[in-house]
């Protein structure tokens, strides 16, 4: 059974309904849903000083959660690499999140 959760872009208001349109970034500390056609619109404007150019899931962003996932497990082999472990896990955590709260609502 799948949940129902609607996703809003947060530059035109409207209705985000596939994956693949889906671009989610961050301004500051915040976590935000766009339509992919809005997110280019969005950095050709004045919120581009704020708005992370990378987005936070794509493919790029999913190949970086899994090397730091690996420099993790690689840094718990290190003294005191624990500390080094738990900051590499903050990305894949992060990405982890994102999918969770938007992605899996939205068919491919
Ligand atoms: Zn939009």
Do not use: Q
Not at 68 to 74: G, P, R, T
């Amino acid at each position: 059974m799948k949940k129902e959760r609607k996703i809003y872009c947060d530059d035109c208001l409207k209705e985000i309904e596939f994956r693949g349109d889906l671009v989610v970034s961050r301004i500051l500390f915040e976590i935000i849903p766009y339509h992919a056609s809005c997110y280019g619109k969005a950095l050709t404007t004045k919120k581009t000083i704020l708005l992370s150019n990378e987005p936070l899931n794509g493919p790029f962003a999913t190949f970086i959660s899994f090397l730091f996932c690996i420099a993790a497990i690689v840094a718990l082999f290190f003294d005191n690499g624990w500390i080094i472990s738990i900051l590499c896990l903050v990305f894949p955590a992060l990405r982890l999140y994102i999918w969770k709260r938007f992605e899996r609502y939205l068919e491919v």
